[in-house]
């Protein structure tokens, strides 16, 4: 069946602007994870959403950062105003439940100017 | 301290070749650990979950050493298919479903 898909694959914006991303997870799975993968580096968790409880946000490294679950379905993670340290692959997982194996997407690859 | 600590290598070896590389954790009360792999430029796939009691798959066998905090990966008779950059995951205290990813252990088998 389909996996996790993300758009965009690349995204090239200037300072300041807000881009969104999107997640597509695999049809009833219940979790979604969104991490942040810098050049180098290992992945960084930024939100986790969970069925209909509300998401954890604890990992969102700023105000800037926010993101979105409609139900069991699509995501997106929207960054305002963005900064150049944005600069990074956003990956996105999901598990059929929690702690059960992550399957991720192929991240948008995003550069800031 | 980092959560999860691991050596980046890169470990070049002959094919046909062992390979065995740690990862430490910093939390006690983690439950679940794993390695995924992630290859150049593309998302991490799981590779194994690893069990109290060590365990293998095909040529891969993992083990977890809880009093000195670590988890170990070693892959036997290498195939140039294994080069990759290999990540240690841990989870948190049971019910924590965040997970800890190391920054990753780059194998490079050569022909």
């Known amino acids: 069946g389909a996996g996790v898909s993300q758009s965009p694959s690349n995204k090239v914006t200037e300072k300041g602007k807000d881009v969104e991303l999107r997640c597509d997870p695999i049809?009833?799975?219940?979790?979604l994870y969104w991490y942040r993968q810098r050049l180098g580096q290992g992945l960084e968790f930024l939100i986790y959403?969970?069925?209909?409880?509300?998401?954890?946000k604890s990992g969102l490294p700023s105000d800037r950062f926010s993101a979105e679950r409609t139900g069991e379905s699509v995501s997106t993670l929207t960054i305002q105003r963005t900064q150049q340290e944005d600069s990074a692959v956003y990956l996105c997982?999901?598990?059929?439940?929690?702690?059960?194996?992550?399957?991720f997407g192929p991240g948008t690859r995003l550069t800031v100017l | 301290r980092k959560e999860v600590e691991q050596d980046p290598g890169p470990f070049n070896v002959p094919e046909g070749a062992t390979v065995a590389f740690n990862c430490t954790y910093s939390?006690?009360?983690?439950?679940?650990f794993f390695w995924y792999r992630q290859d150049c430029r593309k998302e991490p796939k799981l590779l194994m979950s690893?069990?109290?009691s060590g365990n293998e798959d095909g040529r891969f066998t993992a083990q977890l050493n809880r009093a000195s905090q670590y988890i170990s990966l070693l892959i036997r008779d290498s195939k140039l298919s294994d080069s990759a950059t290999y990540l240690c995951?841990?989870?948190?205290?049971?019910?924590?479903?965040?997970?800890?990813f190391g920054a990753g252990t780059t194998v490079t088998v050569r022909a």
């Open positions: 997982a999901s598990s059929l439940v929690f702690m059960d194996t992550q399957y």
């Open positions: 049809s009833g799975h219940t979790a």
């Open positions: 959403f969970q069925g209909n409880s509300a998401p954890d």
């Open positions: 939390n006690s009360a983690s439950q679940s």
């Open positions: 690893v069990y109290s």
């Open positions: 995951v841990v989870s948190g205290k049971t019910g924590d479903y965040k997970l800890s």
